[in-house]
């Protein structure tokens, strides 16, 4: 089963590319959680949950994320945009070394309404 609603208008704004990149498409390239190279664990617990592709917007964000770039990703309510940048987050807290002990690991910053 895949949740995915309608194709959506979407924008990402790559801030980290020379010069930067916007790229507008209604179809991202879909294709399994698995191949966006998420850890393992990770991939499970979506499938568990029953998301079997990733929408268009994270199809597009992931693997910008995992390579380290900076990017705004605009599109409507209820396409996946938490999940496009929270999943590369928790895989890289997945693959990464402790840290000194009580030191940020994560900043999460979110706009008010």
Same mark, same amino acid.
């Given at each position: 089963m895949s949740r995915r609603p309608a194709h959506h208008l979407i924008c990402l704004r790559i801030l980290s590319s020379e010069p930067p990149v916007v790229v507008c498409d209604r179809e991202g390239n879909l294709l399994?959680?698995?191949?966006?190279?998420?850890?393992?664990p990770i991939v499970r617990a979506i499938e568990a949950c029953g998301y079997d592709t990733p929408t268009p917007v994270q199809a597009r964000s992931i693997p910008e994320v995992l390579?380290?770039?900076?990017?705004?990703? /605009?599109?409507?309510?209820?396409?996946? +945009?938490? %999940?496009?940048?929270? &999943?590369?987050?928790?895989?890289?807290? /997945?693959?990464?070394?402790?840290?000194? +002990?009580? %030191?940020?690991?994560? &900043?999460?910053?979110?706009p008010t309404r």
């Open positions: 399994s959680f698995q191949e966006l190279q998420l850890a393992s390579a380290g770039r900076d990017l705004i990703a /605009s599109a409507q309510t209820g396409t996946g +945009k938490t %999940a496009a940048f929270m &999943l590369p987050v928790l895989h890289k807290l /997945s693959t990464l070394k402790k840290g000194p +002990k009580g %030191a940020p690991r994560v &900043l999460v910053l979110t």
